[in-house]
């Protein structure tokens, strides 16, 4: 399992989402039984991903209830549906990555970008150790990687920045988990993040695999990951929204002075997600991306950078990732992340 994986087909995704606003949009938050009102929160990935802790913690621990929130968390059915859900209404908010936001919002759908999740882009390509990972040693190796938006165009932009192109290399997409691929030697090299692929390889004993940064090859130094939500379901409940990241930072900060508890937490609501080594690694790895563990994450540490996204953007045009670039306003929104 490998939880950096975003939009399979993503063009066709974000189309079905455009076609699909008119009769679906967002919706202004429903009430349960309990008198809570309901989030429904879709992930990045169809398999439980401990990357998730910090909201599985806050719904445990009652930090969305005590908000009047009752979280749904949904797991999709494929990567696909991330934005599809996120777009048409069907989910408030999502899990999603980066590059995502950039094509959806690049073909109109309602999306944006409300929280980053971590500091920087860790992604890049994986080998075992004495292989190749720089793109310009690669020429005619196999790539283990995926069929999401986010892993496309991170090799593009690496392999188009040292000269090359994708046809220079043989590319093996795995369904949901390159490792094993690279551990069995059915590929020479793989694509995916410190956080996911790098926490997997090192709680199988693997710490000394080669690695290179796509920040390195003119990928944008920008987090994988972010929080995004469906903007009419924005428009239409900022307090809720703010209410929802307060909780939010509040489970991200306990899983971070506990992170023992957070992964049993995480593996006791999704028990088939991931080794217990594997979250344990991941969670660790993960809480890194948000300072020092002593350190108190606010929700105003999770505002977003213009620079940041104009440079995501731009290079998404520059390396045809996305065939139309917005005002950087309209990609992401800091109203609740202000303290």
Not at 131 to 136: A, C, F, L
């Amino acid at each position: 399992m490998l939880p950096t994986k975003r939009i399979l087909g993503a063009v066709l995704s974000v189309t079905a989402i455009v076609s699909l606003t008119a009769c679906g949009g967002g919706s202004t938050g429903s009430s349960s039984e309990s008198g809570l009102t309901t989030i429904k929160m879709v992930q990045e990935w169809p398999t439980g991903d401990a990357q998730w802790i910090p909201w599985v913690v806050a719904k445990e621990k009652g930090y969305y209830k005590a908000a009047g929130i009752d979280l749904d968390i949904q797991v999709p059915p494929n990567t696909a549906a991330t934005m599809q859900y996120l777009g048409t209404g069907r989910s408030d908010i999502a899990f999603s990555g980066t590059i995502d936001v950039v094509s959806a919002v690049g073909q109109d759908a309602p999306v944006t970008s409300i929280a980053r999740y971590g500091n920087l882009n860790n992604g890049g390509i994986f080998a075992l150790k004495g292989n190749p990972t720089d793109p310009k040693e690669l020429v005619g190796k196999t790539i283990g990687t995926y069929g999401d938006a986010w892993s496309k165009a991170q090799l593009e932009i690496m392999f188009k920045h040292a000269g090359l192109s994708l046809d220079d290399v043989k590319l093996v997409t795995a369904t949901d988990d390159d490792v094993p691929l690279l551990m069995e030697k059915k590929v020479d090299a793989i694509t995916g993040t410190q956080m996911a692929e790098g926490s997997e390889l090192s709680s199988l004993g693997v710490s000394d695999y080669e690695f290179t940064y796509s920040k390195d090859f003119g990928v944008p130094n920008a987090p994988v990951l972010n929080i995004a939500a469906n903007t009419t379901w924005l428009k239409n409940n900022k307090a809720l929204g703010e209410k929802f990241m307060q909780a939010t930072v509040k489970g991200l900060n306990y899983a971070r002075s506990h992170p023992d508890e957070a992964v049993s937490i995480f593996l006791k609501n999704y028990p088939k997600a991931e080794t217990k080594a594997f979250a344990t690694q991941q969670w660790k790895d993960v809480s890194t991306l948000f300072g020092p563990s002593s350190t108190e994450v606010t929700v105003s540490d999770l505002a977003q950078e213009s620079a940041v996204w104009k440079e995501l953007v731009t290079a998404a045009k520059q390396y045809k990732v996305s065939d139309q670039s917005k005002a950087v306003s309209e990609y992401f929104s800091n109203d609740l992340v202000k303290e």
